[in-house]
């Protein structure tokens, strides 16, 4: 006769993984689950197989903080290989166009500004993005083409690290929904030598940088629970707002409370804590904090 199984625990909190390379995101978030024992967990924006770095995942009660993690700026470490494009825009793909002609300094710096701001980005083949509720990704593995159209995305800083013959080294800041191997695919057939990546490492997602990743073996090795943070890390990037029991009892029914005070938050999204705990997610509006997602949580 099979054991039970074991019952599923209630875990609120954040783990900042520093995803090896290899490892999808679905798989990831279902290895600390099971080290975990909990019953829900999600990630804060997926990294590719090929990539490593930071991958913030919320349990229980954390997850309603996902969207705000996920909107937050992104920083990534990556390398462009030059001399050939690949119809993934990595190195997992096969070769699609290739050339001799290797960029010298001064084009790259030349042409770096023309990828900074505000700018239309085709999200590469070998994509999530749905399509008639169909991935992208899946789509190419199939064999056709996703007809994808170029989407708004902002960049907010790109530089140049190291430059070697055949390869250079950026870092870039920006915003959500950006792709890094289009990045590397376009700025190839800008200097007309192709390109993909070959090494990708994020080092910030929102409130969480590199620094607070821990690697997945450390996590293993009977350290989890030094791994997990509070619910609010994922929040920090935001106003916080401090009430008395009676104003938590309020937001937790989805009732606004009227803030007072000079130092109260100016109109916005913000969030309350009472006792060192969050209680709700919410906008300032005309002086109030109208609640949209609360927590069960204890004092």
């Known amino acids: 006769m099979n054991a039970p199984r074991s019952k599923r625990t209630e875990i609120n909190g954040w783990v900042v993984l520093d995803k090896p390379v290899g490892m999808t995101s ?6 600390l689950k099971r080290l975990f024992n909990a019953k829900k ?5 997926t990294l590719d197989p090929l990539a490593s770095g930071v991958l913030p995942v919320a349990f229980g009660e954390a997850t309603k903080t996902v969207p705000f993690v996920q909107d937050g700026e992104k920083a990534y470490r990556f390398t462009i290989q030059w001399g050939a494009e690949t119809d993934s825009d990595d190195a997992d793909g096969q ?3 290739q050339s001799e002609v290797r960029p010298q300094t001064e084009a790259i710096l030349a042409a770096l500004p023309h990828f900074t701001g505000t700018i239309l980005q085709l999200p590469p083949a070998f994509s999530a993005i749905k399509i008639a509720g169909e991935r ?3 789509i ?6 996703p007809q994808l159209t170029p989407r708004p995305v902002t960049i907010h800083e790109l530089v140049l690290v190291s430059l070697g013959r055949d390869e250079a080294t950026f870092e870039a800041r920006c915003g959500k929904g950006t792709y890094v191997r289009a990045i590397a695919r376009d700025l190839g057939r800008v200097l007309g030598c192709y390109g993909h990546v070959t090494a990708l490492r994020r080092t910030r997602v929102g409130p969480f940088s590199e620094t607070d990743a821990v690697p997945l073996a450390q996590i293993e090795e009977a350290a989890a629970p ?3 943070r509070r619910v609010e890390a994922g929040l920090e990037e935001l106003p916080q707002v401090i009430v008395d029991r009676d104003s938590a009892a309020r937001l937790r029914r989805g009732q606004s409370v009227l803030l007072r005070g000079r130092d ?4 916005g999204a913000a969030y309350a804590s009472c006792g060192g705990v969050v209680v709700a997610i919410g906008a300032i509006e005309r002086g109030e904090l109208v609640p949209g997602r609360v927590f069960n949580l204890p004092f």
Do not use: C, L
């Open 26 to 31: 679905t798989h990831a978030v279902t290895r």
């Open 41 to 45: 967990a999600g990630h804060a924006g």
């Open 95 to 97: 070769i699609t166009a």
């Open 136 to 138: 992208a990704y899946d």
């Open 140 to 145: 190419a593995r199939d064999g056709e083409i």
């Open 226 to 228: 030094e791994a997990m």
């Open 264 to 267: 109260a938050p100016g109109e």
